[in-house]
């Protein structure tokens, strides 16, 4: 098992930056994939962005790609999203997740393909 842990979110105003970490404990050697993912007030949770923790190789969603980074430090079991020019339609609850299983020449971005879970931070915007 794998156990993940979100911390980083907060209030934040437009144009405003954030880091979001998650600190992977238990068989976290385990996981091939971790991702991030956020969920908004009566909306379905998304796909936010990816990592394959061996190669460093990143995916994000359309809607924050050249404003957010995803990294690891395997060293330390944890996954960052920096967060840069910020927007109101950013806020939500933005849950850490983790896969075990490879996946080779697709990228997981659905939340049945991910295995672990964190509890989430909440990140709001202010306009």
């Known amino acids: 098992q794998v156990q993940l842990v979100e911390s980083g979110g907060g209030l934040v105003q437009g144009g405003g930056s954030l880091r979001l970490s998650c600190a992977a404990s238990?068989?976290?050697?385990?996981?091939?994939?971790m991702g991030w993912f956020r969920q908004a007030p009566g909306k379905e949770r998304e796909f936010v962005a990816a990592i394959n923790r061996s190669t460093g190789s990143a995916w994000y969603a359309d809607s924050v790609k050249d404003r957010f980074t995803i990294s690891r430090d395997n060293a330390k079991n944890t996954v960052y999203l920096q967060m840069n020019r910020l927007k109101p339609e950013d806020t939500a609850v933005y849950y850490c997740a983790g896969r075990d299983s490879p996946a080779a020449g697709w990228v997981p971005q659905a939340r049945g393909q991910y295995d672990y879970w964190g509890r989430g931070t909440q990140v709001t915007v202010s306009s």
């Open positions: 238990g068989r976290a050697f385990s996981t091939n994939f």
